[in-house]
Nanobody, 126 residues
């Protein structure tokens, strides 16, 4: 059974940075495109970013382009999200998600992901 465990959330002031990590176990990490999805209180889940199995394709939501960077280390079964220049509107629970893919294609649709982590809270104070 595939399991995803996120870490790295916390409280930061606006303009600050955080780095999230997500480790996958119980499956072949390189078989999955990995994404981050966030959900703020009272709002629907929002796609943030996705990376293909080999890191060759990355797709960012417009709201985070130029501020967030996704990367992955297939040897460590881990995907990372470096978040810089954080804004109060980035405050949300951030979920790591895995989408089984046999190609380099990626999806930006949260409902398409096969496995989810438990989420990690990111709070940005103004």
């Amino acid at each position: 059974q595939v399991q995803l465990v996120e870490s790295g959330g916390g409280v930061v002031q606006a303009g600050g940075s955080l780095r999230l990590s997500c480790a996958l176990s119980g499956g072949t990490f390189s078989s999955y495109a990995m994404g981050w999805v966030r959900q703020a209180p009272g709002k629907e889940r929002e796609f943030v970013v996705v990376i293909s199995w080999d890191g060759g394709v990355k797709n960012y939501a417009d709201s985070v382009k130029g501020r967030f960077t996704i990367s992955r280390d297939n040897a460590k079964n881990t995907v990372y999200l470096q978040m810089n220049s954080l804004k109060p509107e980035d405050t949300a629970v951030y979920y790591c998600a895995a989408n089984f893919r046999t190609s380099g294609a990626v999806t930006t649709t949260p409902s398409s992901y096969d496995y989810w982590g438990q989420g990690t809270q990111v709070t940005v104070s103004s």
